[in-house]
């Protein structure tokens, strides 16, 4: 499996960014998926999940309500439509394969990672 992140770039504060994740493969629409950020010396951070049908979601804390992960299965591909951006969303944006639905928020829970996209907010 090979995941592709893209979508990323330099926006202001309060703009929109959707994520895409494109995988390889025809076992995509079989895996829960996630996404990840890490910011710049800081841990990689838990940001949102889907489960294999995209039924059910999971959000971080600080996501909810301006966050949306979703997925199109017959494209092989995942998005997170990023709402109200804070120069603290400032970080690499990972897509990955989850293995565990109920560890969807710990990243030992996933076994293939995309390479990130950058996301950088200004103020």
């Known amino acids: 499996v090979q995941l592709q992140a893209s979508g990323g770039g330099l926006v202001q504060a309060g703009d929109s960014l959707r994520l895409s994740c494109a995988a390889s493969?025809?076992?995509?629409?079989?895996?829960?998926m996630g996404w990840f950020r890490q910011a710049p010396g800081k841990e990689r951070e838990f940001v949102a999940a889907?489960?294999?049908?995209?039924?059910?979601?999971a959000y971080a804390d600080s996501m909810k309500g301006r966050f949306t992960v979703s997925r199109d299965n017959a494209k092989n591909t995942l998005y997170l439509q990023m709402n109200g951006l804070k120069p603290e969303d400032t970080a690499i944006y990972y897509c990955?394969?989850?293995?565990?639905?109920?560890?969807?928020?710990?990243?030992?829970?996933?076994?293939?990672w995309g390479q990130g996209t950058q996301v950088t907010v200004s103020s």
């Open positions: 493969g025809r076992t995509f629409s079989s895996f829960h």
């Open positions: 889907i489960t294999w049908s995209g039924s059910v979601t």
């Open positions: 990955a394969r989850n293995i565990q639905w109920s560890r969807n928020y710990d990243s030992r829970a996933y076994d293939f």
